[in-house]
């Protein structure tokens, strides 16, 4: 049989033995925190700004932060990552992609907005960066205004450790609201806007309004 003792000196060492893993692997995950976080969604549902509040926890815990968008994104400013409820973070405007690493100087965070606008490139730079050790958070529309995968986003995805999905509120049902359907003529898949450009929809309410725009197209042509 095992004495008191003998249960206490076991227990001791197990216990000793489990700290010392905890420990090897909390060090670890400190040493290897490189890691990819998507946001993604429709217009209006919240990207940026989920954006903003990640890196405003970065910059609180004193990590060294980097914020990069695309140059064609002026919408708000040109310098700032700017969400619809007016919460703004200081950014670094890029034409591309490699920009990013060119910029990229002795970080802990990478923020990217608006990422569907930036080069397939992206994801290359992206898994760089993040085996580098450095947390790349990302933000963008996973889908364009005919609801096909948005630039880059698809293959981001894909390749990131955390995807989170967001969604606006339907204007016309109040369901959740995944599609950003464009309210204006235009056929480019790019075309910055707001408000008077586009609006939230659910899949139903989506479907009747491309529906509803096609009949109309059809009754032009005659």
Do not use: W
């Not at 004193?62 to 002026?74: A, C, G, L, M, Y």
């Not at 890029?94 to 802990?108: F, K, R, W």
């Not at 889908?143 to 948005?150: I, T, V």
């Not at 450009?197 to 009754?219: G, I, N, S």
């Amino acid at each position: 049989m095992v004495g008191p003792k003998e249960k206490i000196r076991q227990t001791f060492g197990l216990f000793t033995l489990l700290t010392m893993l905890f420990a090897e692997h909390h060090c670890h995950e400190i040493k290897q925190r490189g890691r990819i976080e998507v946001i993604c969604g429709s217009m209006f549902s919240g990207k940026t700004e989920e954006l903003i509040r990640r890196l405003r926890r970065a910059v609180f815990a004193k990590q060294r932060v980097e914020i990069f968008k695309p140059s064609i994104d002026t919408r708000f400013s040109d310098e700032k990552v700017v969400s619809h409820d007016s919460n703004s973070i200081l950014s670094t405007p890029v034409n591309t992609s490699e920009s990013i690493l060119l910029l990229t100087g002795d970080v802990d965070v990478v923020g990217i907005d608006e990422a569907q606008f930036f080069d397939e490139n992206l994801v290359e730079v992206c898994n760089q960066l993040a085996n580098q050790g450095i947390r790349v958070i990302i933000a963008g529309l996973d889908m364009d205004y005919l609801g096909h995968p948005f630039g880059p986003m698809p293959a981001l995805c894909s390749i990131a450790e955390e995807v989170t999905k967001v969604h606006a509120i339907c204007v016309e049902c109040g369901s959740l609201a995944q599609y950003s359907h464009r309210l204006v003529a235009g056929n480019k898949q790019v075309l910055l806007g707001e408000v008077k450009e586009y609006m939230p929809l659910c899949r139903c309410c989506y479907q009747k309004a491309m529906k509803e725009k096609q009949d109309v197209a059809v009754v032009e042509k005659k």
